[in-house]
């Protein structure tokens, strides 16, 4: 499979420098997750980058592995987890196909399904490592809802991106309701969705699964 191994793999210190860009939208996204953890579940983190994400949830769940593609990324991560004192979260170099097996009660993807270039597989793939029950929660940059214009000029601006290497080489412009029914065709229920920030819009999906899959 063709990852952006080299693109990610650079930027990491820089994405690790980055602010969080919209403050409200990241705890209310953090708030929404959390109502959806316990103290008895293992959670699976994939493509999840420099480790904010699952440093922050660590003290809400049992254990939590922390999957990327990039080392550099998840070096960042370790780091960032041994500052704050966190034990019970561990990190794991994995393409989000090859994430391990688990199980995992609970497998988190924020700001990563528009970037794979194999959507349906991947969903299948983590389908495949939940039980029946098991909850698959995403945010997902929603590109597809902007306006035709908008739409047109960030289309433009991403291809001229990837082709001086300033951007993954999968950037998928998902509308809500097509990421949500390629959710449910993996075999979930959507139980919560939100959009944080609206704008943009980072759609929020919390999917039961319901069925296993092939
Ligand atoms: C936009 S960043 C998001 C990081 C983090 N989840 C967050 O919300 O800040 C995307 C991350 O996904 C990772 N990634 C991209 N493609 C991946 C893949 N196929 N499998 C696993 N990780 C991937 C990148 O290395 C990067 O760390």
Redesign the pocket.
């Known amino acids: 499979?063709s990852?952006?191994?080299g693109?990610?793999?650079g930027i990491?210190e820089r994405?690790a420098a980055l602010p969080v860009r919209d403050e409200d939208a990241y705890a209310r996204t953090l708030d929404r997750v959390a109502h959806y953890l316990t103290p008895e579940q293992d959670v699976l983190?994939?493509?999840?980058?420099?480790g904010?994400?699952a440093v922050k949830l660590a003290g809400q769940v049992k254990s939590i592995t922390a999957?990327?593609?990039?080392p550099a990324?998840l070096a960042i991560a370790d780091q960032r987890a041994a500052e704050a004192a966190v034990d019970n979260l561990t990190t794991q170099v994995?393409?989000?196909?090859d994430?391990p097996e688990g199980p995992f009660d609970v497998i988190?993807?924020?700001?990563?399904l528009h970037?794979?270039?194999d959507l349906t597989a991947?969903l299948a793939a983590i389908a495949a490592r939940l039980p029946d029950g098991g909850l698959f929660i995403s945010?997902t940059p929603s590109l597809g809802e902007a306006r035709v214009i908008k739409r047109m000029i960030m289309t433009a601006m991403v291809s001229v991106m990837q082709w001086v290497g300033k951007a993954?080489k999968?950037v998928s412009f998902l509308t809500t309701a097509t990421l949500e029914q390629m959710i449910q065709d993996a075999g979930f229920e959507v139980v919560e969705v939100g959009d944080y920030p609206v704008s943009t819009p980072g759609r929020f999906v919390v999917a039961r699964k319901i069925s296993s899959v092939d």
Do not use: H
Not at 45 to 50: D, F, Y
Not at 67 to 70: C, F, G, Q
Not at 108 to 112: C, I, K, P, S, T
């Open positions: 499979m990852v952006d191994l693109f990610w793999n990491a994405y983190e994939l493509g999840a980058g420099t904010t994400t999957t990327d593609l990039a990324m994995a393409v989000a196909q994430a988190l993807a924020m700001n990563l970037l794979l270039p991947d945010k993954p999968t």
